[in-house]
Structure formats: C-alpha cells, structure tokens
C-alpha cells in the first residue's frame, strides 16, 4: 500500500467516524426532544442505528455525549444570542432582547428542561448551566444604563422575568402559549420599568 492509498484510507476511516459521531448527536437530541430527560447509551445508539460500542467508541462516557450536545445546541442558537441590539434606546434594545430570548427558550425548551433535571448528577450540565445563567445575566447588566443598577430589585426582578425558569414555568406549568407566555413576560418587564421610573 502506497502513501496516497494509506490517506485515502485514513481519510475514509475519519469520515465514518465523523459520520456516526453526528448520528449519535443527533439521535441523542431527537430522544430528548421527544421527552426522554435522560436516555440510555443502548437508547441512543438504536435510534442512530448503531452498535452500543461505537457509541462509546466515539464518546467515552455519557458526560462527553452531554458535552456535545450541548455544544450542538449552542451553534444552533449563537447567531439569536450575539444578535446585536438595533433600537433607538436601551428599552428599545431590552424589548428585542425579550423576543430573542423566548425565540431561544422556544428552540432549547426540552434540552434546557432535560439538563435542569440532570445538573446535578453530571458535571458537564452543571456547568453549562451555570455558564449560560453568568451570561444571560452580564448581557442583561450590559443593557441597563449604569443609573438604574443600583435599583437591585428592578435588576433582580429584570433577571427572573426573562429566565427560563420564568418561561418553563409559563409554557408547562401554566401551559400558556408562546404568545400569551411573551405577553406575560413582556407585562412584567414593563412593570418593573414603569416601578423602576417612579422610584429613582
């Protein structure tokens, strides 16, 4: 075997191994998708039509299959998130920032739903939601004009109206609507603004 057939054959070897790493993703996050807070490796590997040792041939363990789901889900979301603001003001860009997030919670519901319930069993999870929480919260900062930081319960209270446990909350224990839950949430940030204005 010559050097042009040993890479064609390296070549070959890494695209399968590309090739069912996606599928064990994407199998992952469809079984999610549908409900399973936490499916098994035997689970995952039948619905990517693959054998259980390959899945743990590409991932050692279910921690690095979370990992990569979760980093499956941010490439799918980064373009709303770093959307920059384009309003005349900071409320204007607050309102944006209010339907990019539910646009977000829409998308990661049942992800987000699956890794509050495992956060504390897997290290990758936890982290990841304590990463998404700092940022969700420094983008928020960011926005509010530097006066109206020290009003702490007008930005704790801006904080939790758009967290996804307020969303979670509204969309599954309330089962409103997408609509009806952004009207919600849009409702409590004009109040607190409105309280806010009234106590300088």
Known sequence: MDVEDINTTTDG???RSEGSKRKIVSAMLELVREGRIAPTAEEVAKRAQVGLRTVFRRFKDMESLYA???GAI???IESIVDEPGT????QENLTQM???RISVYEIIMPYRVAAEALKFQSTVLLTRHMEIVRDERQ????LIPSELLEDRPLVEGLEAALSFDMWNQLRNDQRLSAEEAGAVVMRIVSSLLA????NP
């Open 13 to 15: 070897r890494k695209l």
């Open 68 to 70: 990569e789901m979760a």
């Open 74 to 76: 941010n490439e799918r």
């Open 87 to 90: 309003g005349r003001d900071w």
């Open 98 to 100: 209010v339907d990019r």
């Open 139 to 142: 983008r928020l900062l960011a």
């Open 195 to 198: 309280a806010g204005s009234r």
